[in-house]
Nanobody, 125 residues
Framework: QVQLVESGGGLVQAGGSLTLSCTAS????????MGWFRQAPGKEREFVAA????????YYADSVKGRFTISRDNAKNTVYLQMNSLKPEDTAVYYC??????????????????WGQGTQVTVSS
């Protein structure tokens, strides 16, 4: 029932910026927190950022804090990840995800029930 679709990935030089978008189906988007995760080749999926239902609280992995900004527009059923000062180590497939429990804020991928297809971000040096 829930479909998440990411967009905005691409190739960017180190130091550049990209903004990812994730649009969700359904009418209950605002009842759920949203998260962004990423997975680099040969590595496990890692938490990137999360945002509360209304967008008033945000959470970031230490590796992206100060460079990435998560936001949401509930009227558009969309969550964003603005990525600035990109580094080659940011190269990964980026996924947006939604927990199964309304209002749950989580750093852990296993607590997210719905996932987008992923969008590739490649940062060249």
């Amino acid at each position: 029932q829930v479909q998440l679709v990411e967009s905005g990935g691409g190739l960017v030089q180190a130091g550049g910026s990209l903004t990812l978008s994730c649009t969700a189906s359904g009418r209950t988007f605002s009842s759920y927190t949203m998260g962004w995760f990423r997975q680099a080749p040969g590595k496990e999926r890692e938490f990137v950022a999360a945002i509360s239902r209304r967008g008033g609280s945000t959470y970031y992995a230490d590796s992206v804090k100060g460079r990435f900004t998560i936001s949401r527009d509930n009227a558009k059923n969309t969550v964003y990840l603005q990525m600035n000062s990109l580094k080659p180590e940011d190269t990964a497939v980026y996924y947006c995800a939604r927990p199964d429990k309304p209002g749950l804020v989580s750093y852990y991928s296993h607590e997210y029930a719905y996932w987008g297809q992923g969008t590739q971000v490649t940062v060249s040096s």
